[in-house]
């Protein structure tokens, strides 16, 4: 009977028992598939993938001809990269790790070596504030209107000012939030592109205005320092203006000025190089556009190797004009484009093997983005 009693008490005991397990055990999983929703909703993974085809008009199409900017400059059909770009945003700190591979982005990071070839990015950053932000590590340019990764640009070639300009910087930087509309930045920075670490006991330093407004923006850039090994060269100066502006609800027109001077360390004349270009671009409906890029561009003194022809005082010119067509195909996007580079001295080479000044070329891009 005791027996019998003791049991009779006992079940609901281990009843009561198992149930508060298993509602702890449910209320341990839902937190936890909280907290992972939590980190999820803070992580971010997004890229492209992009290739192109390019045929020269009455010029060799071997390789051995192309405009001298940077990415699709090769005959036929030809790769450009894989981008995966993960990213993580706190509330007040965050990181971007970008990485690339193929031949645009190997050309991207072109002062890598082994392994490390694959980062384009990998900085982060500490919102201090609400109105400062400090990043450390290795971002893309803030100067020049083009950008690295064929989704931000219009044109699927890319321009001589970007091609020649900087295209990435390890160090740290201040973003500050002037106004709603105003910003500016500071940094310090390697040597330009040298992005694993600094093989010379220099660095240069950087700083930006900008607007943003409404209707677009302005940015005025700036870089300045030495960019090589002491003894070698003197210190670089550049300056650039980036700004875009939609005139209307179909018409968008952007603009890119450069200068850059590099100083002798003796005597001597300076050497560099200048631009402008323009950026009109009219959509014609809601999966085509149609854009144009207008550049001027300028080496003096021989400020750049192997660009352009020089004539007897080392310095040469060239117009290049890019016809770009956009057409979305829901995340894949078609870029038809016909260019012609024009420079002031014979350059190129034509299909007889003489030299020329002007070159005629078409290219179809297609990029997917996730």
């Known amino acids: 009977m005791k ?15 198992f149930v508060l397990l298993s509602v702890n055990a449910t209320a341990q999983e ?20 992009d290739g192109y085809y390019r045929y020269n008009f009455g010029a060799p199409n071997d390789n051995s001809v192309a405009p001298t900017t940077s990415f699709a400059n090769q005959s036929g059909f030809a790769l450009g990269m894989a981008n995966v770009i993960l990213g993580y945003e706190g509330d007040k700190v965050g990181f971007v790790a970008d990485l690339v591979f193929g031949p645009r982005g190997e050309d991207a990071v072109f002062l890598s070596d082994g392994s490390s070839q694959i980062v384009n990015q990998l900085y982060a950053y500490w919102n201090v504030s609400e109105k400062v932000t400090l990043t450390f590590g290795n971002f893309n340019t803030f ?20 091609s020649y300009g900087p ?6 930087k201040a973003d500050f939030a002037l106004s709603e509309k105003w910003s500016a930045m500071l940094a310090v920075m390697n040597p330009t592109d040298y992005t694993e670490n ?29 960019e090589g090994e002491p003894g070698e060269v003197g210190p670089t100066f550049q300056a650039d203006l980036t700004t875009g502006w939609d005139v209307s609800e179909d018409f968008y027109l952007g603009v890119n000025a450069t200068y850059l001077s590099t100083e002798p360390q003796e005597d001597g004349d300076a050497s560099g190089f200048y631009g402008v270009a323009l950026y009109p671009q009219y959509k014609t409906s809601e999966k085509f556009t149609l854009g ?27 117009f290049a004009a890019t016809l770009t067509g956009s057409y979305d195909i829901g995340d894949l996007t078609l870029k038809p484009e016909v260019r012609l580079d024009s420079t002031s001295e014979d350059f190129f080479t034509d299909n007889d093997g003489e030299l020329t000044k002007s070159l005629s070329s078409f290219v179809l891009g297609a990029i997917y983005k996730f």
Not at 167 to 172: E, I, R, V, Y
């Open 292 to 318: 144009l890029r207008g550049e001027y561009f300028g080496v003096y003194n021989n400020g750049l190797v192997d660009v352009i022809g020089l004539d007897d005082e080392n310095d040469g010119t060239v």
């Open 30 to 49: 839902e937190e936890t598939e909280s907290a992972v929703e939590k980190l999820l909703s803070k992580v971010s993974l997004s890229g492209s993938i």
């Open 143 to 162: 100067l020049g209107y083009e950008v690295i990764s064929p989704t931000g640009n219009f044109n699927y070639s890319t321009s001589y000012m970007f």
């Open 198 to 226: 600094n093989p010379f006991d220099t660095y240069i330093i950087g700083a930006q205005v900008g607007y943003s407004g409404d209707t677009g923006s302005a940015y005025l850039n700036f870089r300045y320092g030495n």
């Open 167 to 172: 295209f990435s910087h390890t160090g740290l």
């Open 3 to 17: 027996t019998k009693t003791v049991t009779n008490f006992l079940k609901p005991v281990f009843l009561l028992a």
